[in-house]
């Protein structure tokens, strides 16, 4: 009698690996430059932007009514010392303070409120962009992608962007127009020297 065949245990074929990703796939995973960055985000949030000049005009605002406040204590400092230790008009230093104080307030109030408002609207429409994208790639888009990836770059990647427009926009413009402003009335109030060295002081810090 002829033995029976010994059944074949070995597979037929290899198991077949996913392929390495493309190039591409690889070039649009990788992160954006950060000038690239900001330039796709303002685009995205160009409709609700206006409301961030009066976030950058308050802020200007109020940096004055503070710079005011340190001016104005100066001089009462140096005008009671120049006539001989006479007292300055306290009262009306005193209400002039109040007010500057009361209006830097304010507006500190309102450049966050626009800033905010801005930046909350993006958000929204950033988040309606992501998903405007992703979704008529659905499923080969997402096959393979944590979903709890995907849910982070919803939420927590996107409010980051929060601070790009509510903290960020507002004072690097200011930064630039108030120190202009100041050594200007500086310079058309007490001189070019004293704008001069000002200005000095400003570039020393930065």
Request: no cysteine; hydrophobic share 55%.
């Amino acid at each position: 009698m002829t033995p029976p065949p010994v059944p074949n245990t070995q597979p037929t074929s290899k198991p077949t690996m996913p392929p390495p990703p493309s190039a591409a796939n690889a070039a649009a995973q990788s992160p954006l430059p950060p000038a690239v960055l900001r330039r796709r985000l303002l685009a995205i949030a160009r409709p609700v932007m206006a409301p961030l000049g009066w976030s950058i005009l308050s802020r200007i605002v109020g940096l004055l009514a503070g710079i005011a406040m340190f001016g104005l204590g100066g001089w009462a400092v140096g005008a009671a010392a120049a006539s001989g230790g006479a007292t300055p008009p306290v009262g009306q230093i005193a209400v002039v303070m109040v007010v500057l104080a009361l209006v830097k307030g304010g507006a500190r109030y309102a450049e966050q409120f626009a800033g905010h408002y801005v930046a909350f609207k993006a958000l929204a429409r950033i988040r309606l962009f992501f998903y405007d994208a992703l979704e008529p790639q659905a499923p080969a888009a997402i096959d393979g992608r944590s979903t709890g990836d995907l849910l982070s770059r919803l939420t927590k990647d996107v409010d980051r962007v929060e601070v790009f427009f509510a903290h960020t926009l507002a004072p690097a413009i200011t930064a630039l127009l108030v120190p202009l402003a100041t050594v200007g009335f500086i310079g058309a109030t007490l001189g070019l020297w004293p704008a001069l060295v000002l200005a000095g002081g400003l570039a020393l810090v930065g």
